[in-house]
């Protein structure tokens, strides 16, 4: 019998600092936080990995699977080697420009959750979070403890998870996976020493001093989250067929999920309003890494983003093959200007001095594209995740893509408002494509 949400019940059983193996150099002793930086709160990225007991039994070669203490000070040891070269993460605010990497440490929390871990994967994520993660932490505007948290949570079965909540003032979405092949590695193979490379404010300076507030910050009030399985099978027809219509060469999947999932829930918004279609805005945040010249590996820390915005302002724009067309001709256009000189978010951010794109006649939609990044490709020493989970976040109106496990279909994890969701989520032309995901 399933476990009622209100009956999973978690206790810390250790918590502790973990600080770097080695002091950051003298030079590196201030971070200086770039213009894209200053303009996020701290926005703290969750991200959690679930692995069973059977997986740490067959991939034994960390510790065995009844010395799950071993395990814990395998983490901390590897975090310890990690953090002295993600060396800002274990620093503390100075000011709003800057982080003062003083070796604090990073706040460390062993957890015993008092159930299976099936019951957790197998209900719905909303109660999730006060077990797996620090109560309240993912996506948290602000917090007066470190700038990242990490957490071993065992579960009763002998199955574990490993999570943690990285400040979004620190690095993006690519940082963070950055973080975690890192820690992973060192994990697997204690002698590896990470190389990651902050670029600070070296690409966005603030021109005008520092930013006195945050622009960017997380409001979730009466939302709802919600993940949906692309597959690869059903992609590649989709891709096929949209190719064909819209005479664009190899659409990717993120260009048809992201205009799939932008069409639905401006259907889904007409719909609950009971209006006529209302003009619709998409934001794609883009990682301008393998833009730059020469182009930068992903060991390059920071908010290394821009963005394309694709809108309609009638029903027959939110056509597929229309979408991805203009999807497709933002990009290209990023590609033709330096991404650092005529960043198109910096632009904004200097043009309005509040959050981007937030346009009252404008319906806007956001969408970070992390395909690349597949969360089951991190190894730990017990092989693949058996899954990879993300919280609801950061604000309404959010798609986060991701790969699958095959690392050829697309996982979306979606937050919209709750009323729009009951919409949403009911879509024929959606769930054609795409299958939901109940489970967390």
Not at 20 to 35: D, G, V
Not at 191 to 208: E, S
Not at 290 to 305: A, E, K
Not at 318 to 347: I, S, T
């Amino acid at each position: 019998m399933a476990v009622a949400p209100s009956q999973l019940v978690s206790s810390i059983t250790e918590k502790l600092i973990v600080k770097p193996s080695f002091p950051t150099p003298s030079p590196l002793k201030y971070h200086k936080l770039s213009l894209i930086d200053q303009s996020l709160s701290h926005l703290y990225i969750p991200l959690v990995f679930f692995y069973s007991k059977q997986q740490q039994e067959v991939n034994n070669n960390i510790a065995s699977i009844h010395d799950l203490d071993q395990v814990a000070n395998k983490l901390q040891n590897s975090l310890a080697t990690t953090l002295s070269a993600y060396y800002p993460y274990a620093g503390s605010m100075r000011d709003s420009a800057t982080i003062e990497c003083n070796n604090g440490g990073i706040e460390f929390m062993n957890v015993q959750i008092k159930c299976p871990m099936s019951e957790m994967l197998n209900n719905p994520h909303d109660y999730a979070e006060g077990n797996i993660f620090m109560k309240d932490l993912p996506w948290k505007n602000s917090f007066n403890g470190s700038l990242l948290v990490a957490q071993l949570s065992r579960f009763d079965c002998g199955g574990i998870a490993i999570s943690a909540c990285l400040s979004h003032k620190v690095g993006d979405g690519a940082s963070v996976a950055s973080f975690f092949y890192d820690w992973a590695k060192v994990t697997r193979y204690p002698n590896q020493i990470p190389r990651p490379q902050f670029i600070g404010d070296a690409f966005f300076p603030t021109p005008n001093g520092p930013l006195i507030a945050p622009l960017i910050d997380s409001k979730l009030e009466k939302c709802v989250h919600k993940k949906f399985h692309f597959s690869a099978s059903k992609l590649q027809d989709l891709r096929a067929k949209i190719a064909a219509e819209a005479g664009v060469k190899n659409p990717t999947r993120a260009e048809v999920v992201s205009a799939l999932l932008f069409k639905s829930a401006a259907k889904a918004a007409s719909k609950i309003n009971n209006t006529s279609f209302r003009p619709s805005n998409l934001v794609n945040y883009v990682d301008i890494r393998p833009m730059t010249t020469p182009p930068l590996s992903r060991n390059f820390i920071g908010n290394l983003l821009t963005v394309t915005s694709t809108s309609a302002s009638h029903d027959e724009e939110m056509e597929l093959p229309r979408l991805v067309r203009e999807f497709r001709k933002e990009f290209e256009l990023l590609f033709k200007k330096d991404p650092v000189q005529h960043n198109l978010l910096v632009l904004k951010l200097l043009e309005t001095m509040e959050s981007p794109y937030a346009m009252d006649e404008f319906d806007t939609y956001y969408c970070s594209n992390m395909c690349k990044f597949s969360g089951y490709s991190i190894d730990f020493g017990w092989g693949k995740p058996e899954r990879v989970c993300a919280p609801m976040g950061p604000f309404k109106n959010f798609f986060i893509l991701s790969a699958d496990q095959s690392m050829d279909g697309v996982e979306a994890m979606v937050t919209l408002e709750e009323q729009h969701m009951l919409a949403f989520e009911c879509d024929d032309e959606l769930l054609e494509i795409a299958s939901p995901i109940s489970s967390f």
